[in-house]
């Protein structure tokens, strides 16, 4: 009687086959493996379409979200209020948002997102944010200092807003407070047209609409923004909770390309003013891209706003900030604004960034 061991013992050919059968199977698998590995990220991304966006849009047309494996996609807003509510669900990643009151209430109110790395600031000779006086007020006299500006109607984007913080700086400089003038909110570009129908006196106007209007010479700049509050935060990369806890390793990704985005974009300027290389061809080419700027001559003129290589915040300016929206009752509750930042993301893409170039 044979053994049950016998029994079941193969011949070589079976054997040989079978080992074939099984390599194939484990080539088939690890296809599909790298296949699904290889397979893009993809990044919903939250914009307004500002000047303010085109490091995020010079490192999609230069390649360098795909070159980290992420496929981005642009998802436009009218306000930085409007995103929220997205991020707070998981349903946009990143918002290209821009610091205000609000921001600093949603920590009271659980939403699970942080503010990761700069945007556009105001460093010296990056004062994009510019004080435009009615020309016709110069011409005439009415206006020749801070302190004329008393009980003149000035414009500014929005309440509890970095602009308006702002604005409150430069008022103290003629002795003034908010109190002291009609302040009127608009939009950014309803601003400039305000100025030139002399609907207001003066308002803080962003680029490119400073520019139109001082081209227009419906206004006179009387002062830069980073001459008032140097290296103030006006934008802000803001990661969603879900991005940072289930991705983040697509979250550094997504910081390492934005932040070789922000140094092209640098490379382009030297003292607030834009070079003739080719980074600056590439900056002129971005914005015409995506914004309705398309003369050339009028982009070369712009003042540019700041956007930090390494993604880094004055976070003493926050806290003025801070300080500032508590005192206008625009803060519910008490928050720590360090509570809302989280800077491990940018200080791990610069750090491979590093590694990166030092290898290559």
């Not at 029994?7 to 079978?18: F, G, K, N, T």
């Not at 809302?340 to 791990?348: C, I, P, Q, V, Y």
């Amino acid at each position: 009687m044979r053994s049950w061991k016998g029994s079941q013992q193969l011949s070589p050919r079976v054997l040989r086959m079978s080992s074939v059968i099984a390599s194939f199977v484990l080539i088939i698998a690890a296809a599909f493996s790298n296949a699904e590995a290889q397979q893009p990220s993809i990044v919903k991304v939250g914009v307004l379409g500002s000047t303010g966006d085109v490091a995020l849009h010079l490192a999609q047309s230069e390649g360098y979200f795909k070159a980290e494996g992420l496929e981005v996609e642009f998802v436009p807003f009218k306000s930085g209020a409007q995103m929220v509510a997205p991020l707070g669900t998981g349903q946009l990643d990143v918002a290209a948002g821009v610091v205000a009151a609000g921001l600093n209430n949603l920590s009271v109110r659980g939403v699970d997102l942080k503010i990761v790395s700069d945007r556009a600031s105001m460093p010296p000779g990056h004062g994009y944010m510019q004080f435009l006086v009615r020309k016709d007020l110069v011409e005439s006299g009415k206006y020749k200092t801070y302190a004329d500006l008393k009980g003149m109607k000035i414009g500014t984007q929005s309440k509890g807003g970095a602009a308006e913080s702002t604005l409150s700086e430069l008022l103290k400089l003629g002795g003034l407070t908010l109190d002291d003038v009609d302040v009127t909110y608009l939009g950014h570009s309803e601003l400039a047209a305000a100025l030139g129908n002399k609907a207001i006196d003066a308002a803080f106007v962003t680029e490119p609409h400073a520019t139109v209007a001082l081209n227009q010479g419906s206004a006179v700049r009387v002062v830069t923004g980073d001459q008032i509050y140097p290296n103030d935060v006006l934008g802000v990369m803001i990661y969603s909770g879900t991005l940072m806890k289930n991705r983040a390793t697509t979250a550094v990704g997504f910081m390492k390309a934005f932040l070789r985005g922000c140094r092209l974009f640098e490379s382009a300027y030297k003292d607030g003013k834009m070079l003739n290389n080719e980074a600056a061809e590439k900056v002129v080419a971005s914005y015409k891209s995506y914004t309705q700027l398309k003369d050339e001559a009028l982009i070369r003129a712009m003042v540019p706003h700041g956007c930090n290589p390494d993604g880094k915040l004055n976070v003493g300016g926050l806290k003025k900030d801070y300080a500032f929206f508590k005192a206008r009752g625009l803060i519910q509750g008490d928050v720590d604004i360090e509570q809302l930042l989280d800077m491990s993301f940018a200080e791990r893409a610069v750090r491979e960034l590093e590694t990166n170039s030092k290898t290559n």
